[in-house]
Antibody, heavy 114, light 108 residues
Framework: EVQLVESGGGLVQPGGSLRLSCAAS????????MNWVRQAPGKGLEWVSY????????YYADSVKGRFTISRDNAKNSLYLQMNSLRAEDTAVYYC???????WGQGTLVTVSS | QSVLTQPPSASGTPGQRVTISCSGS????????VYWYQQLPGTAPKLLIY???QRPSGVPDRFSGSKSGTSASLAISGLRSEDEADYYC?????????FGGGTKLTVL
């Protein structure tokens, strides 16, 4: 059974940093592209970042470019999102999702507030 | 403002057929596959349709997808109360994924 479990969310002050993790199981993680998607409270889905199976190709949404860094450790079956210079508008539930979002984690809430 | 355009709301009565549209452009829907997701209240989204019109195992055949040019549609036939949810379309667009703004489906 495919499972994606996010962790690392929480309350952080504006300008602060947070690192999200996504633990994958039930499939050959190293063979799949992965994404981060977020959803602000009461809002729709917003794609955040993509990483290829090997990690050699990475894309970001314009809204996070230069502040967020996606990475993966295929030996640990894990996906990461390093978030720096956080803003109030980054407040959202962050989901990791496989490939074309065929599987999603349960999400982790990031709240940016003073 | 989402890159893909969906109606904010849709509604129908039990047993009816409802369609939700998703409008894009040549750089996304016009040249790539369309995907549809269902998000029940308080839960993570779930894949409903992939590659325009394919259903993952476990998704009822009441759900169907189609694409024509730069637009796509999700059809739900035999509407049921448990179909009340938010629905999103998505497509690849150059070097990014783009989503529609979502459609809230109400079963009257």
């Amino acid at each position: 059974e495919v499972q994606l479990v996010e962790s690392g969310g929480g309350l952080v002050q504006p300008g602060g940093s947070l690192r999200l993790s996504c633990a994958a199981s039930g499939f050959t993680f190293s063979s799949y592209e992965m994404n981060w998607v977020r959803q602000a409270p009461g809002k729709g889905l917003e794609w955040v970042s993509y990483i290829s199976s090997s990690g050699s190709t990475i894309y970001y949404a314009d809204s996070v470019k230069g502040r967020f860094t996606i990475s993966r450790d295929n030996a640990k079956n894990s996906l990461y999102l390093q978030m720096n210079s956080l803003r109030a508008e980054d407040t959202a539930v962050y989901y990791c999702a496989r490939l074309w979002f065929d599987y999603w984690g349960q999400g982790t809430l990031v709240t940016v507030s003073s | 403002q989402s890159v893909l355009t969906q109606p904010p709301s849709a509604s129908g009565t039990p047993g009816q057929r409802v369609t939700i549209s998703c409008s894009g452009s040549s750089s996304n829907i016009g040249s790539n596959y369309v995907y549809w997701y269902q998000q029940l209240p308080g839960t993570a989204p779930k894949l409903l349709i992939y590659r325009n019109n394919q259903r993952p195992s476990g998704v009822p055949d009441r759900f169907s997808g189609s694409k024509s040019g730069t637009s796509a549609s999700l059809a739900i036939s035999g509407l049921r109360s448990e179909d009340e949810a938010d629905y999103y379309c998505a497509a690849w667009d150059d070097s990014r994924w783009v989503f529609g703004g979502g459609t809230k489906l109400t079963v009257l």
